[in-house]
């Protein structure tokens, strides 16, 4: 998330380098569609030692409920390391239709409730600024997301669509700037990933995403993961014009562990090069007949159906 002098109308979302192990966090219509329950929770520290540097916690969980349904829920806390942090929930639900015995199509809708709070405690060059004058602030705001995802056996490729509504945050913005209401614009993400089983023992995955809003250029993040045994993992990537990543994970039972180093790309690296990123995910089993072997492996769905 970004502040500009007389509005937050930069990046709106927060940033994760491990979309691939926890789709669920950037698309409702992953809800319900795994063969577990997976509860995660993630912990991001960017551009870590400078003073005041943005952190993320995330906790999530979805599964899914008879009749093709699914639910799912996020909790979040969003420190962008300056003036303005954000906590939240996120509540979703999907659909899963069948388009045969091996593809399925999943629609998602989730409504979010986000807390704000400005605190200008800052030092500034202009301490008459009128976007500053208003002290402490907090305010409660409401967005929705849609999410479309089709999968099969070993890739899946959908989109989501982040503040559907365009709200405002209801923080002040400066009454000299004509239009300026710091609403939350309307952000795309499209994504997909593909399982390449090279033989009994390893597969490659390669999976990706671009990001973009009504106001600003597409981000392309790209990762390739190779699994050994559908246990362990490493992983190379990048996200353009921000950071080239790094990363391991595995599964010990029903508990799932993971990071990500981001080497910073940008001139953002100058204050600090390093960004760390930690998973743990616990996979509660249910009894519908599904099963898994792995942390983000082949899961095998009813019907034969392989979803990541």
């Known amino acids: 998330f970004g502040i500009a ?29 795994l063969p577990e329950t ?19 916690l995330t906790l999530s969980g979805h599964t899914a409920l008879p009749n093709r349904l699914g639910i799912g829920a996020i909790v979040y806390n969003d420190d962008t390391g300056g003036a303005i942090k954000r906590s939240g929930v996120e509540l979703a639900g999907s659909y899963t239709i069948d388009l045969n015995n091996y593809d399925a199509v999943s629609f998602g809708l989730s409504v979010m409730a986000n807390q704000w709070s400005f605190d200008n405690d800052l030092d500034v060059w202009d301490v008459d600024d009128p976007a500053l004058q208003f002290g402490q602030e907090q305010s409660l705001s409401f967005d929705a997301q849609f999410g479309m995802m089709v999968f099969g056996d070993g890739y899946s490729f959908g989109f989501a669509i982040p503040h559907l509504i365009q709200s405002s945050t209801g923080l002040q913005a400066s009454t000299l700037v004509s239009g300026a209401e710091n609403e939350q614009f309307r952000h795309f993400r499209f994504m997909g990933h593909y399982n390449f089983q090279i033989n009994d023992e390893f597969r490659l995955e390669p999976s990706g995403m671009v990001r973009l809003t009504e106001r600003t250029p597409a981000q392309l993040d790209v990762y390739l993961r190779g699994w050994y045994a559908d246990m362990a993992w490493v992983a190379l990537g990048f996200r353009t014009n921000d950071a080239a990543i790094v990363g391991v994970g595995g599964q010990y039972g029903p508990v799932g562990l993971s990071y990500t180093y981001d080497i910073t790309s940008t001139s953002a690296r100058y204050f600090s090069p390093h960004t760390h990123e930690v998973t743990l995910t616990y996979f509660v089993p249910r009894s519908s007949g599904f099963s898994s072997n792995s942390m983000n492996s082949s899961r095998i769905l009813g019907r034969n159906r392989i979803v990541k």
Do not use: C, K, Y
């Open 5 to 33: 002098i007389s509005s937050a109308n930069a990046q709106q979302l927060f940033r994760r380098s491990q979309f691939m192990t926890n789709p669920f966090l950037s698309n409702p219509a992953i809800a319900g569609t």
């Open 38 to 56: 997976p509860v995660t929770m993630t912990f991001r520290n960017q551009w870590t030692g400078f003073d005041g540097a943005p952190e993320t």
